[in-house]
């Protein structure tokens, strides 16, 4: 009967949707609900809770739960800049670098530190440009913000010492790993580092984050089964799956995440052939009726019948990489649960058409919205327009309080929970915003470009194809492609002169001629020589990057 229901619905919402075209005096109404959300929670954070992590919507209080760096704040941060607040943003940015410290005894996630604390700093300080912030010379390859972030990724650092590369999944921050940390890690926190940690070494120069994030992928990938997939939780010393449960939702979900995105943000190959490979697997072992679900990872048998609320980033991405009908079909499915709750519960069991025991919270995700977004920009369906309203007008119906927007205990009564995620600010709020606003910059294909920073002021910025992190932070490819040319041009030529001296002083020590070439002439330069172009494996294109990835999405090189 409740899967009855539940095709009702689907047909019921594609229906009555469809028939609703936005004006753009409409979703600029909706965008100033979406404002008002953001500053009822965003000022009852600052009045009650700053400077603890979290703001407690019931009892108008703070706590600290990821660490003890007024995570929110750093979360929200770039947020201020994509609603328009100049001035807060500044202010913030500022408060940040007077108070946070990263010297501190707590035991910290890996994962989620990079996520919100790295992801935000570095999101925050590539649109500083944009916020009116006094900049200083050679940004965006310097700046305070982005040395924060440095600082807080090299107190992450310590956990990749494994004999395999993969990560702990704690690490504190003052002291290292503990020697009774457990080995014991999920697979996404394992994969979910590329974004972030090669955004730091192409920007700075210092290649040892993005070494540390792919040895761990390398490692990762190395691990899957004989049919292409790979578990929940590994063992990170004995490369062991401790959990065989394959699918793309919780502990897992963001490893597939970073292979898309990191291939595209960085134009990297290897990445998107490993997502290849798993998508492969995943469509022929995981997918039923447009649902995926858990198998087990060395024979595909199903183990878990259910939907998590976390596998709803899965149409987005599948859009993002041009599988548009196949994401409409399955987001169909995940709206239908939404329709019959208000929200997405943590698990729902699809045989059954209801929540799991004992899951049956939503703590306010913005996966569903996400993908809302990508599937608006990909299809111009007002459709999705709908879904977005529909749920800002669930959240305020069911999670708002007087000092923010609590997560919700039990989605069958609305029970709701004394905690309100720093991801709703940096996420959902966010998301929801883009989706209701087309024309906004992050979703510019290049025609807000402009030039400034760099060693010699000219990066050209903003180039289109801003990639989110998992925690919705906005990453500017063509920043990092500006700040990796100085460096690799700084390391040519101090490797040519290098090279050079130390034959001069070799030839001076034998008493004989040095057997270096003549040196160059007007024609030529010391670093190429005219018409060489540096060959690399994927070069970033003149054009802007969005027009690179093609209408499906596909990544291209030299030669395609």
Not at 263 to 277: N, P, W
Not at 298 to 312: N, R
Not at 499 to 525: C, F, I, L, V
Request: charge should be negative; hydrophobic fraction near 40%; include cysteine.
């Amino acid at each position: 009967m409740r899967a009855l229901v539940r095709i009702f619905l689907v047909c019921l919402w594609v229906s009555t949707a469809r028939g609703h075209q936005f004006t753009e005096e409409e979703m600029q109404d909706v965008r100033q609900r979406i404002k008002g959300m953001f500053y009822h929670a965003y000022n009852s954070y600052l009045d009650n809770a700053f400077p603890y992590d979290e703001l407690r919507p019931l009892t108008c209080d703070g706590q600290d739960t990821w660490g003890s760096f007024s995570l929110t704040l750093i979360d929200a941060l770039d947020t201020l800049l994509v609603l328009g607040n100049h001035t807060e943003f500044q202010r913030v940015a500022s408060l940040l670098q007077e108070t946070v410290d990263f010297d501190i005894d707590i035991n910290a996630s890996v994962f989620e530190t990079n996520i919100r604390v790295v992801g935000g700093l570095l999101s925050a300080h590539l649109l500083s440009g944009r916020a009116g912030v006094q900049l200083e010379p050679g940004w965006p390859c310097s700046g305070p913000l982005l040395r924060m972030a440095e600082d807080a990724a090299r107190k992450l650092l310590p956990a990749f010492e494994t004999p395999t590369g993969m990560p702990y999944g704690t690490v504190n921050l003052l002291r290292g790993v503990s020697p009774t940390e457990t080995p014991v890690t999920c697979t996404a926190g394992v994969g979910t580092f590329i974004l972030e940690f090669a955004t730091l070494s192409r920007l700075t120069g210092n290649v040892t984050f993005e070494d540390t994030a792919r040895r761990a992928l390398r490692a990762l990938w190395k691990t899957r089964s004989d049919i292409g997939l790979v578990g929940n939780h590994i063992d990170v010393v004995s490369q062991k799956w401790m959990a065989q449960d394959a699918g793309i939702g919780a502990g897992v979900d963001s490893y597939f995440e970073y292979l898309v995105k990191g291939a595209i943000l960085l134009q990297d190959e290897e990445l998107l052939h490993m997502f290849d490979a798993y998508y492969r697997a995943l469509e022929n072992y995981t997918r039923f009726d447009d649902w995926y679900l858990w198998v087990q990872m060395h024979k595909g048998t199903v183990s878990m019948p259910v939907f998590q609320s976390l596998e709803a980033f899965w149409p987005g991405l599948q859009t993002l990489l041009g599988n548009v009908d196949s994401a409409v079909r399955t987001f169909q499915n995940y709206y239908s649960v939404w329709r019959q709750f208000g929200g997405l519960p943590e698990f729902y069991s699809i045989s059954q058409g209801y929540t799991v025991d004992k899951r049956e919270g939503y703590p306010l995700r913005p996966e569903l919205v996400e993908s809302a977004m990508y599937l608006f920009k990909a299809t111009a369906d007002h459709t999705y327009l709908q879904l977005g309203l529909d749920a800002l007008e669930s959240v305020e119906r069911i999670a708002k309080t007087p000092c923010g927007y609590a997560s919700v205990k039990d989605l069958r009564d609305h029970q709701l929970d004394n905690r309100m995620e720093s991801f709703f600010l940096a996420e959902t709020i966010k998301y929801l915003y883009l989706l209701f606003d087309p024309t906004h910059f992050l979703h510019s294909s290049g025609t807000e470009s402009w030039v400034e920073g760099g060693e010699e002021g000219q990066c050209i910025l903003s180039s289109g194809g801003y990639i989110f992190n998992t925690e919705a932070h906005p990453l500017d490819p063509a920043a990092l492609y500006c700040c990796s040319q100085h460096s690799r041009e700084r390391q040519e030529l101090h490797d040519i002169l290098l090279g050079r001296s130390q034959s001069a002083k070799k030839a001076k020590e034998h008493g004989g001629h040095s057997e270096e070439p003549p040196p160059p002439s007007h024609s030529e330069s010391i670093a190429l020589k005219p018409g060489e172009k540096k060959m690399l494996p994927l070069s970033c294109p003149v054009q802007p990057f969005s027009a690179r990835l093609a209408v499906l999405g596909q990544v291209f090189t030299n030669n395609t």
